[in-house]
């Protein structure tokens, strides 16, 4: 006794043989008609088209969903890494000293039109 179909009978391997077998040559006769043959073949290669897609995209979903995963988890550890680090952290403070001054750092006026309105050497 072999593998059992649902609500069936138990199949046996000898048996499952012989219907590959049956279909096999069925196929075969079909492929061999005139007009028909062309058509089955190109039936049956659109159908090996689908399996193909479709256990892509089983793979790309299962692929999505464990970047997800990795994504949410990294993210919290982001967030939580984040918020013990400012929480730990002291500003310094540094006595006898005033405030940066903005002039040192902006960019001089005609660095920032060259930058700008310069076209790039390659596209």
């Not at 002291?90 to 005609?110: D, H, K």
Request: net charge positive; proline share 8%.
């Amino acid at each position: 006794m072999g593998r059992s179909l649902p609500g069936g009978p138990p199949v046996s391997s000898s048996s499952t043989i012989r219907r590959v077998i049956r279909l096999r040559q069925s196929i075969e006769a079909g492929l061999r008609h005139p007009v028909l043959g062309p058509l089955l073949l190109l039936a049956l290669a659109l159908m090996l088209a689908f399996v193909v897609l479709h256990t892509v995209e089983h793979g790309v979903v299962g692929l999505l969903f464990s970047c997800a995963i990795l994504a949410a988890v990294g993210l919290r550890l982001v967030v939580v890494l984040g918020r013990t680090w400012r929480a730990t952290t002291e500003p310094r403070i540094l006595v006898g000293r005033g405030p940066p001054r903005r002039t040192r750092y902006l960019l001089p006026a005609s660095l920032v039109t060259t930058v700008l309105t310069a076209l790039p050497l390659r596209l």
